[in-house]
């Protein structure tokens, strides 16, 4: 087994920004992502002043956060290199900037490292250039069986290109976003998130860089051959759109791969893919979709020239919703998407949007389009005229899945501008197939189905899951409102809203059922549907069920001070788990040795009050107590007694350790009451 250890009190001069917001998030897996994603990122919003992660019992940081420019005198049309450096001390390390997550620590969350230029007034920064990985053994889980992960060791030096403009005067200040989170196998030591400026001065040409300092071997693995590729325009700044929980992300509710993995967009795009083909069944495409196709048929006259004249449709088509997405990914190749989870009124407004969009879908209103459009009528008979004859296709369907599009595009906002583009023009490529198909074999057309209350049902079940959709955006924006007012919230008020998507999904899954037992006589239809239908209700009601459960056989109450005080005057011991959901150390050592035997009976016995200090949310108030103890880096687990000087402090700890200082704890308390 890992070797498991106490600690003592040590000194820390580190000092943490707690103004950033960061919602409560709902129960289970799914929902802890979404929590990480929210609490992590949005503090973007408010950098960390924390100049270094705290310090160690020696004074020595664990690591030490270093900004070099290469030279501070640069001349203008030059170029510039500034180095972010982290010296590691032995032992310690930090993700890499694409973390790469073995299979054996399950859903970890890797805290990226993250270099970007915030600002640059005078200065093109170009992608930032990242050392090479390590490969370190680790046992985060303390499972005692180590595991190899990549990480940054040692000196890790970070590059930044600028290119300097050719017009540019005086000083150009230069303001970079990091974002890091350093840790040993016991010890998650906080995420830091700073913005750090370093002003570079214009100067002659023949002068510039003359007073540079001897870097020794620091500039020696940057590769100067990105400037020639800036000066080209084949390489740009790194996207800001990078996240340090990008295993968090979802998709209305979805859980996805690994943020950057092939698997990540190859599920998307599937999902899409499939949607598009899902469109075409709408009353609004469906009974124009053979008219289309005998059409490219009639102007080609040959199968060959068909499929041509076809493909051309489908890129028309696919263009069409490439056009729908293209605004939404440009505006998050500017800005963090995933920070809009932790702005309450950001996530409720895409939730209402969706909402609505749900209800426009099953009738409540009707996307009208101007007589105009209509009047627009290409050849499909050139190549040209028939991109143009898939755009108005699509177009014309927009009445009926306009609203489709209108959810994706506020539920897309969330996601990197290169995964949008790939939701967007899977949608695009599932919604052309059906033409590519049938153009390839016009014979087909007549199996196509037919419009009428099928395809009716189909747009009633769109609605009903994205008012689900909806939902969860709803549910996530109030309970962030909540946390941000510092409200205590009861535990129930997290899982009402899974109970709200649950309801429109088995809503979903029986009017499935029933609908389809109404239109069709066949008896493998109804028995496939009603399957469908049935295990679309089921399974909603028990993940909503599961939620409530766990969050109803939560036995610890959150921390503040008043209710330690409060308890310990009551001659109570109390245990303070500080924890937070970036932190998988955390979680392993509670559920592997709190939240079973014996230590479980032990802190439910009526004379322990066992107090969470959740760090997720960088205003939470164990902060103020973590400082307090002298701590930098969780998992913690404090124990406290009436009448002892000090806690029981522990990183990592087994259970018979936790019951010692639980005695430990109560004989204290027994020679107070003794007094």
Not at 63 to 79: H, K
Not at 205 to 225: Q, R, S, V, W
Not at 259 to 273: K, T
Request: proline share 7%; net charge negative; with cysteine.
């Amino acid at each position: 087994m890992h070797a498991m250890k106490s600690i003592k009190p040590r000194p820390s001069s580190s000092s943490f920004a707690l103004s950033s917001v960061s919602p409560s998030r709902p129960m289970g897996r799914l929902a802890g992502w979404l929590a990480a994603a929210a609490a992590l990122l949005v503090a973007w919003l408010a950098p960390s002043a924390s100049a270094q992660f705290g310090l160690n019992g020696g004074g020595v940081p664990e690591v030490e956060l270093r900004i070099v420019p290469q030279s501070e005198t640069v001349a203008a049309g030059g170029q510039a290199v500034i180095a972010v450096v982290l010296d590691h001390q032995p032992g310690w390390h930090s993700h890499l900037n694409e973390p790469v997550i073995p299979e054996a620590m399950g859903d970890f969350e890797a805290i990226a490292t993250i270099v970007r230029v915030a600002s640059s007034p005078g200065a093109a920064a170009g992608p930032a250039q990242y050392p090479k990985p390590h490969t370190a053994m680790v046992d985060f889980l303390f499972s005692g069986e180590p595991v190899p992960y990549q990480v940054y060791e040692g000196r890790a030096a970070i590059f930044v290109p600028l290119l300097i403009d050719a017009d540019a005067t005086g000083e150009i200040p230069v303001t970079l976003s990091i974002q890091y989170q350093a840790r040993d196998d016991t010890t998650c030591l906080i995420p830091e998130f700073l913005e750090r400026e370093v002003t570079l001065r214009i100067v002659e040409p023949t002068i510039a860089g003359a007073d540079a300092p001897d870097h020794g071997e620091l500039f020696a693995d940057f590769d100067p051959g990105v400037f020639a590729a800036m000066a080209e325009g084949t390489v740009q700044a790194e996207s800001t759109a990078s996240t340090g929980a990008g295993e968090g992300r979802t998709f209305f509710g979805i859980p996805l791969p690994a943020e950057g993995s092939p698997a990540r967009l190859i599920v998307l795009a599937l999902l899409a893919a499939g949607g598009g083909v899902v469109l075409n069944l709408t009353p609004c495409v469906l009974p124009v979709l053979p008219i289309k196709v005998m059409t490219i048929s009639h102007h080609a006259g040959s199968p060959g020239k068909s499929l041509y004249l076809g493909i051309w449709m489908a890129v028309g088509v696919v263009a069409f919703w490439l056009a729908l997405g293209l605004p939404v990914a440009l505006t998050t190749s500017i800005t963090d998407p995933s920070i809009i989870f932790g702005i309450w009124w950001a996530t409720l407004g895409i939730g209402l949007i969706i909402g609505s969009m749900g209800a426009g879908i099953m009738g409540l209103f009707t996307i009208n389009l101007p007589d105009k459009v209509y009047m627009v009528n290409p050849k499909a008979d050139s190549a040209g005229g028939s991109f143009m004859f898939g755009v108005m296709t699509a177009v014309l369907g927009l009445p009926c899945f306009g609203f489709v599009a209108g959810a994706l595009l506020a539920g897309a906002a969330t996601l990197p501008a290169s995964t949008i583009l790939v939701i967007f023009g899977s949608l695009g490529v599932g919604m052309a197939s059906p033409y590519l198909v049938l153009s390839a074999n016009p014979k087909w057309v007549d199996k196509l189905p037919k419009t009428g209350p099928a395809s009716e049902l189909i747009k009633q079940l769109m609605g009903l899951l994205l008012l689900a959709a909806a939902a969860y955006f709803v549910g996530a924006g109030l309970i962030a409102l909540l946390a941000d007012s510092s409200a205590t919230l009861p535990w129930w008020s997290k899982t009402i809203h899974w109970w709200v998507i649950a309801a429109f999904v088995s809503a979903a899954g029986l009017w499935l059922l029933y609908r389809t037992v109404r239109i069709t006589k066949s008896v493998s239809k109804r028995g496939v549907f009603a399957v469908i239908g049935l295990l679309l209700a089921a399974a909603s009601v028990a993940y909503a069920a599961d939620t409530t459960g766990k969050a109803r056989n939560n036995f610890w109450t959150p921390f503040d001070e008043d209710r330690l005080a409060a308890a310990l005057a009551d001659g109570q011991i109390v245990v303070v788990d500080f924890t937070a959901e970036w932190c998988l150390n955390c979680k392993a050592l509670k559920a592997a040795v709190l939240m079973r035997e014996p230590a479980k009976s032990r802190l439910l016995s009526g004379e322990v009050t066992p107090l969470v200090a959740d760090l997720t949310s960088r205003k939470a108030p164990g902060w103020d107590k973590l400082r307090d103890l002298q701590q930098t880096g969780i998992p913690l687990l404090a124990v406290y007694g009436p009448g002892q000087a000090e806690p029981w402090l522990a990183n990592a700890y087994t259970a018979e350790e936790v019951l010692r200082a639980l005695d430990s704890a109560d004989g204290a308390a027994e020679q107070v009451s003794a007094r």
